[in-house]
Nanobody, 125 residues
């Protein structure tokens, strides 16, 4: 139960785009808060975005507002993170996290219940 995996990472040039996917198995993902976190080498893990249970409300790290968009596809039981205008400082391993309850502290990794394995995003010339 509560199994999910991330995918969609890769290598892109600055200004390029990627779409990350968090696909769930054994449960309906839209019943839960879903967050995206990232961790760069030598840095602490930070919250990038979160979407609440339906009807969803989206939250974003200030540095990605206007560039990243989080969304749900209920038919595919998947949450996406569309990343546009990527910058070298976006380079990190990106993790999908699931919260069974609710929170006003979406950026706090300690409130989440389940984590994916991570997918690498590299932005470089």
């Amino acid at each position: 139960q509560l199994q999910f995996v991330e995918s969609g990472g890769g290598l892109v040039q600055p200004g390029g785009s990627l779409r990350l996917s968090c696909r769930a198995s054994g449960f309906t993902l839209d019943y839960y808060y879903v967050g995206w976190f990232r961790q760069a080498p030598g840095k602490e893990r930070e919250g990038v975005s979160c979407i609440s249970r339906n009807p969803g409300t989206s939250y974003y790290l200030d540095s990605v507002k206007g560039r990243f968009t989080i969304s749900r596809d209920n038919a595919k039981n998947t949450v996406y993170l569309q990343m546009n205008s990527l910058k070298p400082e976006d380079t990190a391993v990106y993790y999908c996290a699931v919260l069974k309850g609710g929170t006003i502290h979406w950026w706090n990794q300690d409130v989440y219940d389940y984590w994916g394995q991570g997918t690498q995003v590299t932005v470089s010339s």
